[in-house]
């Protein structure tokens, strides 16, 4: 498996709390990722990242905020967190980008908001 | 934009039978990658397709893209209790650039034994 580790690995919060997920790489990878996966939804993006402080957003960004300020990390903040984001989170992460590339996949950060 | 339609969403079979998932995109695909997702676990990379027509195979696992690049399909043949999982495609578009996959829903296999 690829070097990706994510923290925490099972959160409970409530509503109304501001939420911090973390993906580490020892990779070295250009690009990473952060997806969420809800039963019957896939994989759906959140943001993704193409460098250090280059990130975007992707279909589902509502919400949500990300942060890289070094190579192998990259943060989600659910800035004020709702029962609607209680979800499975997944960071990829993926060599340069090119329409070839595998992604990598994180083991998964388990998010209850109650 | 860009849509991957996974079908089905569940299958259920028994031990021995085998077991397709197909997955179709509104635009032309550059590529098609398929992952697998054991239960509780991670998506796993299985493998690529990029030429038209292309066929693969791993062992039991038989991996097909369209002529026109726009669906592509899993086969399994005499599915195995190891074969439980959600089989995820993903594609990605022909422009250039940064290369955002769109992701199928995903088919859960369910084999009984």
């Known amino acids: 498996d690829a070097g990706i580790t994510q923290s925490p690995r099972h959160k409970v919060t409530e509503t109304g709390t501001p939420v911090t997920l973390r993906c580490h790489q020892t990779e070295n990878h250009r690009y990473m990722y952060w997806y969420r996966q809800d039963p019957g939804h896939g994989l759906r993006l959140i943001h993704y990242?193409?460098?250090?402080?280059?990130?975007d957003k992707g279909e589902v960004s509502d919400g949500y905020s990300v942060s890289r300020s070094k190579t192998e990390d990259f943060l989600l903040t659910l800035e004020s967190a709702t029962s609607s984001q209680t979800s499975v989170y997944f960071c990829?992460?993926?060599?340069?980008?090119?329409?070839?590339?595998?992604?990598?996949f994180g083991p998964g950060t388990r998010l209850t908001v109650l | 934009g860009q849509q991957v339609m996974q079908i089905p969403q569940y299958q259920h079979v028994q031990e021995g039978e085998d077991f397709t998932t197909y997955c179709n995109s509104s635009t032309t695909l550059s590529n098609i990658q398929w992952y697998k997702q054991r239960p509780g676990g991670h998506p796993v990379f299985l493998i690529q397709?990029?030429?038209?027509?292309e066929v693969k195979k791993q062992k039991r696992l038989t991996f097909q893209f369209g002529e026109a690049k726009k669906n592509s399909s899993l086969h399994i043949t005499a599915t195995q209790t190891t074969d439980v999982g959600t089989y995820f495609c993903?594609?990605?578009?022909?422009?250039?650039?940064?290369?955002?996959?769109?992701f199928g829903r995903g088919t859960s296999l369910i084999v009984h034994p």
């Open positions: 397709l990029v030429k038209s027509g």
């Open positions: 993903a594609g990605g578009p022909t422009s250039g650039g940064s290369y955002i996959p769109t």
């Open positions: 990242s193409y460098g250090v402080k280059d990130t």
């Open positions: 990829a992460i993926s060599e340069s980008g090119a329409s070839t590339d595998t992604q990598y």
